[in-house]
């Protein structure tokens, strides 16, 4: 494959980060009711009668976010390819950060679908439907250390970066550090109920999930500067470069 070709598709993986970003927001935040999310302290029936009010607009948002989630596997990927570069023969951190990535997909993927299941047959037993929602709750609260460990890979790289230009700045490494960190209150996700530690609380899910979207965000913009800048430098003559024909190098 030729080198424009390959930027290309590098450029597209990169913008995959708007893209999964956008509809994130879009399809599990709002249309999927995630905004204020269901209270862990709900009865079985109260949720179950949540589920049928909001049912098709549930169904819709959690079946789309199914399919885009995907949008964080090139996004990822891309930033492996990036981080390699800095890395060199053994980039640890870099795969590090492709499985960190790959597991967050993954992880984002089975609570919806445990949610889609509750919304499935929402005439069934309240206790089943309560039941599908708390381990969907729980399986992306409680897994929250691989992508953690995504993102301090890709800060500690960051950090390691010496070029004239960076692909990311120093403060973007130790704001990504802190993002994701701020996820270790979720841990208690798994213990209660009610207060700023459940999973609709402000420590646990307000806070992290603003921080995990924030970081996104702001590292696809570097991620995208990253590409034009080496799309500029491809398109640039090879005399231009210091390059003469029929020179030796």
């Known amino acids: 494959m030729d080198e424009k070709t390959s930027l290309r598709y590098e450029l597209i993986?990169?913008?995959?980060?708007?893209a999964f970003f956008i509809t994130f927001i879009i399809f599990w935040v709002i249309i999927g009711?995630?905004?204020?999310?269901?209270?862990?302290?709900?009865?079985?029936?109260?949720?179950?009668?949540?589920?049928?009010?909001?049912?098709?607009?549930?169904?819709l948002?959690?079946?789309?976010?199914?399919?885009?989630?995907?949008?964080?596997?090139?996004?990822?990927c891309v930033l492996?390819?990036?981080?390699?570069?800095?890395e060199g023969k053994a980039p640890v951190l870099s795969l590090l950060q492709l499985l960190g990535g790959a597991l967050t997909v993954m992880v984002v993927s089975f609570s919806a679908m445990f949610w889609v299941v509750a919304a499935f047959r929402p005439e069934r037993d309240p206790a089943i439907t309560q039941m599908l929602t708390d381990t969907g709750w729980l399986c992306i609260d409680l897994q929250y250390a691989c992508t953690t460990l995504q993102m301090v890979a890709a800060a500690l790289v960051g950090l390691a970066d010496k070029r004239a230009v960076p692909l990311f700045p120093r403060w973007v490494c130790?704001?990504?550090?802190?993002?994701?960190?701020s996820f270790f209150p979720a841990s208690l996700t798994?213990?209660?109920?009610?207060?700023?530690?459940a999973w609709n609380g402000a420590l646990s899910y307000y806070i992290p999930y603003f921080c995990w979207l924030c970081w996104y965000t702001t590292?696809?913009?570097y991620m995208i500067k990253d590409v034009r800048r080496r799309m500029s430098g491809a398109s640039v003559?090879?005399?231009?470069?210091?390059?003469?024909?029929?020179?030796?190098?």
């Open 237 to 249: 003559p090879a005399t231009s470069r210091g390059f003469v024909p029929g020179m030796s190098v």
């Open 174 to 181: 130790y704001l990504t550090i802190w993002c994701g960190i």
């Open 61 to 76: 948002g959690f079946i789309i976010s199914l399919i885009t989630v995907v949008f964080y596997m090139p996004w990822t």
């Open 13 to 18: 993986s990169a913008w995959c980060g708007p």
């Open 190 to 197: 798994g213990v209660l109920k009610t207060g700023p530690f």
């Open 80 to 86: 492996t390819v990036q981080m390699w570069r800095i």
């Open 219 to 221: 590292a696809s913009v």
């Open 33 to 59: 009711h995630n905004l204020p999310n269901p209270s862990p302290a709900l009865s079985a029936v109260d949720l179950a009668a949540r589920y049928i009010e909001n049912l098709g607009q549930i169904r």
